[in-house]
């Protein structure tokens, strides 16, 4: 019996999750509960005529998730069998997993705070066919997860090689990581959480100021005027910290490694994480750069692996790798794709059509308002609306392209929030081209890339060109011989 076999064995009997498992069952199920229902928990708190049976009821819920969640934990067993991990779960309605080990994406851990006073450890497997992780083990001894995962990703096989880091986070790094974030809507959110904890309390400051004299109400009134400024460089600031705060948490000693086979990474403060990646599964890999970001020297990297709809807004996996540098990037984009983006690569662009037909839509829109209130500052805001449509629409027009190289593909898109898309050829699962009467009488079409990360379309191509490229690209699809998946 070689080592393999040994730690299959391990596992060919059904086991269960460490008991601990109930707890994060339970966290899980009042989470969803709330989020689900938290417009009708919000109602009945208020309700004068159900307040007095709150404590009641908060016991029957308790202990129903609590009763939930044990069953649920002991009603998931789990065993590998036949090169296949068996899962089995379910309370009322069984459900019966196969999984081939040679279909599973990635397996992911992740450490929260509890996991570490326990020595225990969570995994999430994801595979092809699903929309997020297909299964995830709550809760699991670190040595019975260190062989499983050996197990589910066949890591026993790969010498035990150091390498040296792709990128490695320090604190100079996550400063400047946290001061390109969207700062406006980490504002935004953390506005809204106070406002939803300020609201209760606006009944006893209403009482506090009723009980002070009338001058010094009307002197809160104008000192008021004065605090707005104040209030909105409050505003900013909080922003600012909230997007520093969720850098350090989410990206804390993160650390990315590059070998010939897997992307490695790890990190993370209250959530640890750690995941390897074959590079033959990964679909695409996007980078993404913000004004913030081009000015900091960086950029944003996603890597999709494949997911179950064809939407590219579903939930899919994806692996984010933030602070890149051009030197980093290079080196992932070497190491993943084997060509590089020469000037003599084909580039596909968007007919001028496009971009005039984009601008001319959103001029017609701006002058709707001039019909229904006609005064000097709709005509202002209409002529701006105008002005900007027209630069946007040529921005984006100027940025767009497809450059088609012999086996691979990148797509550029964007030009405030700059997106870049690189997959190969024979990862493509479907070309389609798409055109309505009056594409066909410019004698364009729109070239929809169907991928298992998402779909990309490059509008407005000349159809002699999306012909030549949709003939290529069913060329590599047939013709590879390569695993991918």
Same mark, same amino acid.
């Given at each position: 019996m070689n080592e393999q076999d040994k730690v299959e064995g391990v596992f060919s009997l059904p086991q269960r999750q460490h008991v601990l498992g109930v707890f994060r069952y339970f966290t899980r199920n009042a989470w969803l509960l709330i989020r689900s229902f938290w417009p009708a928990l919000a109602g009945l708190a208020i309700s004068d005529s159900v307040r007095m049976y709150t404590g009641l009821v908060s016991v029957i819920v308790l202990i129903g998730l609590c009763a939930f969640a044990a069953l649920e934990h002991w009603r998931f067993t789990f065993k590998i069998d036949a090169g296949s991990l068996i899962i089995e779960r379910g309370i009322l309605e069984r459900e019966r997993l196969v999984i081939p080990l040679d279909r599973i994406q990635t397996v992911h851990t992740e450490e929260l705070f509890w996991h570490r006073f326990f020595?225990?450890? /969570?995994?999430?497997?994801?595979?092809? *066919? %699903?929309? =997020?992780?297909?299964?995830?083990?709550?809760?699991?001894k670190k040595d019975q997860a260190s062989l499983l995962i050996d197990v589910l990703s066949s890591a026993h096989h790969e010498p035990k090689a150091e390498v040296a880091p792709l990128i490695q986070l320090d604190w100079e790094k996550l400063f400047r990581i946290g001061l390109t974030q969207n700062h406006l809507r980490?504002?935004?959110?953390?506005? =809204?959480?106070?406002?939803?904890?300020?609201? !209760?309390l606006m009944e006893w400051v209403e009482q506090a100021l009723d009980s002070l004299p009338t001058v010094w109400i009307w002197a809160f009134k104008f000192a008021w005027i004065f605090a707005v400024p104040l209030f909105g460089l409050f505003f900013l600031f909080t922003g600012l910290l909230v997007s520093l705060l969720g850098a350090l948490l989410r990206y804390h000693r993160?650390?990315?490694?590059?070998?010939? %086979?897997? &992307?490695?990474?790890? /990190? /993370?403060? &209250?959530?640890?994480?750690?995941?390897?990646? !074959?590079?033959?599964?990964?679909?695409?890999?996007? /980078?993404?750069?913000? @004004?913030?970001?081009?000015?900091?020297?960086f950029q944003t990297v996603k890597i999709h692996q494949a997911r179950s709809q064809s939407?590219?807004?579903? =939930?899919?996996?994806?692996?984010? @790798?933030? =602070?890149?540098?051009?030197?980093?990037?290079?080196?992932?984009?070497?190491?993943i794709y084997k060509e590089d983006c020469t000037s003599e690569a084909l580039r596909l662009k968007p007919h001028s059509i496009w971009w005039v037909r984009r601008?001319? #839509?959103? @001029?017609?829109?701006?002058?709707?308002?001039?019909?229904?209130? !006609?005064?000097?500052?709709?005509? &202002?805001?209409?002529?701006?609306?105008?002005?900007? %449509? @027209?630069?946007?629409?040529?921005?984006?027009?100027?940025?767009?392209?497809?450059i088609v190289m012999p086996s691979e593909l990148i797509f550029r898109s964007g030009w405030r929030v700059q997106l870049s898309r690189r997959i190969e050829l024979r990862k #493509?699962?479907?070309?389609?081209?798409?055109?309505?009467?009056?594409?066909?009488?410019? *004698?364009?079409?729109?070239?929809?890339?169907?991928?298992?990360? *998402?779909?990309?379309?490059?509008?407005?191509?000349?159809?002699f060109q999306a012909k030549e490229l949709r003939d290529k690209a069913l060329f590599e699809i047939e013709s590879t011989q390569v695993p991918w998946m």
């Open positions: 020595s225990l450890v /969570g995994l999430r497997i994801d595979t092809a *066919g %699903s929309s =997020g992780a297909e299964v995830e083990l709550t809760a699991l980490n504002a935004m959110i953390s506005f =809204g959480a106070v406002v939803a904890v300020a609201e !209760p993160l650390t990315v490694r590059l070998t010939s %086979s897997h &992307l490695e990474m790890k /990190g /993370g403060f &209250l959530k640890k994480f750690e995941f390897k990646l !074959p590079l033959h599964k990964i679909q695409m890999l996007e /980078g993404k750069s913000g @004004i913030l970001q081009r000015l900091a020297g939407n590219a807004d579903a =939930g899919g996996v994806n692996v984010v @790798i933030p =602070g890149l540098s051009r030197e980093e990037m290079a080196t992932l984009n070497s190491g601008a001319v #839509l959103f @001029i017609a829109w701006s002058t709707i308002p001039l019909f229904l209130w !006609p005064n000097f500052l709709v005509v &202002l805001f209409a002529f701006a609306w105008a002005a900007w %449509s @027209i630069y946007s629409s040529a921005m984006l027009h100027r940025q767009m392209c497809l #493509l699962q479907r070309v389609t081209l798409r055109a309505n009467w009056f594409m066909r009488k410019k *004698g364009v079409s729109n070239v929809v890339l169907l991928t298992a990360a *998402g779909p990309l379309t490059l509008p407005y191509v000349p159809l």
